[in-house]
């Protein structure tokens, strides 16, 4: 079971004759293990440019299986702020419009992965360690010449939610010429923290007959997903733009004149609206009960003006419990606001 690639041949072509390997760079994931170290091979797509994924086992996060094939394999994670961990490489034989293709690997769900969350990272609230305990499915991705264009959905694995390793199988037609292969895991269910390990990861060429007697087979699906350089892009400049909101002492928004919007509400509805998936949350604290409606009702009442539409935004009022959500600031600055983007 832990050399499955001659198998696997046996399994999808008539006898091995007709199913043809699509190289992959290190496709065991092979290299010194460590915290946030990229396999050789392989770039790194995430969210956070200097976060890639782990090269396990690796002390640092306590007790992990050995590898299912050679001496190491990829530890990815999820996040509670909807990022994940994403890895590609450009492949030395383009996938080929209309063609199948059997991606296979070994994959497990760890129990024991504690780290610092990304959401205390960015928010300042101290170094408590979370438990990445939340299970993750696993996608496949293609892009057709380079990592900076959309990326294309081939395939997305059941929740992977065992602890010792197990083999899949999926099988997909390509819906384009493709020439950078891309792997992620996505969140199984509730958002959090979570994690996937991955090991022995295999391409193939395969017959159309051979590919739709999987019982893992995707049609050429039209699922285009926006970059993460996108959305962090987008994220900067909310966050530049809403750190310039205040409010007047009778709870008004400041602005440049008494009869027009405030230019940060503005410029941030405009951007909600060229994104219209995203998602804006807006928390507001106050002493005073009233005056924290009127905070509320004059944010409302601005973003609704400058043309954001009631689904791309909330605003509400700070409680505690809202303290672990990945905020762009701490809600105990002078503003008493603050603010965070989701990209579903």
Request: glycine share 6%; net charge neutral; charged share 20%.
């Amino acid at each position: 079971m832990r050399f499955f690639g001659i198998g696997l041949l046996i399994l999808l072509g008539i006898r091995g004759l007709c199913a043809q390997p699509v190289p992959l760079e290190n496709s065991s994931f092979e290299d010194t293990p460590g915290h946030s170290r990229l396999p050789r091979g392989w770039v790194n797509l995430g969210l956070y440019p200097d976060n890639p994924p782990d090269i396990q086992p690796t002390v640092e996060f306590r007790k992990q299986l050995p590898a299912f094939h050679g001496k190491t394999y990829l530890g990815m994670v999820i996040r509670v702020d909807r990022s994940v961990e994403v890895i590609g490489q450009k492949l030395a034989e383009p996938l080929e419009k209309g063609h199948f293709y059997v991606v296979a690997f070994a994959a497990h769900h760890s129990k024991t992965i504690v780290a610092q969350s990304q959401a205390q990272k960015n928010s300042g609230y101290g170094l408590s360690l979370t438990h990445y305990s939340h299970t993750a499915r696993l996608q496949i991705l293609g892009a057709r010449e380079n990592p900076e264009e959309e990326w294309l959905l081939l395939a997305e694995s059941p929740t992977i939610d065992h602890a010792d390793w197990k083999h899949y199988e999926m099988a997909f037609q390509a819906p384009d010429d493709l020439g950078f292969f891309i792997i992620r895991p996505v969140h199984a269910g509730k958002i959090g923290d979570g994690n996937v390990m991955l090991d022995r990861l295999t391409l193939f060429e395969v017959p159309e007959k051979a590919a739709r007697s999987r019982p893992l087979f995707f049609e050429p699906a039209d699922t285009a997903y926006t970059l993460p350089k996108v959305i962090v892009e987008m994220k900067q400049q909310v966050q530049s733009w809403g750190s310039q909101i205040g409010f007047e002492p009778d709870a008004s928004l400041k602005s440049s004149s008494p009869d027009s919007l405030p230019q940060p509400v503005v410029k941030i509805a405009a951007l909600l609206r060229q994104h219209p998936r995203a998602r804006l949350t807006i928390a507001v604290d106050d002493d005073q009960p009233d005056r924290l409606q009127r905070k509320i009702a004059a944010l409302q009442q601005a973003f609704g003006l400058a043309g954001a539409s009631d689904g791309q935004l909330q605003v509400l009022p700070w409680k505690p419990d809202l303290d672990a959500q990945p905020w762009f600031w701490p809600i105990f600055l002078p503003q008493k606001m603050t603010m965070r983007l989701e990209y579903p």
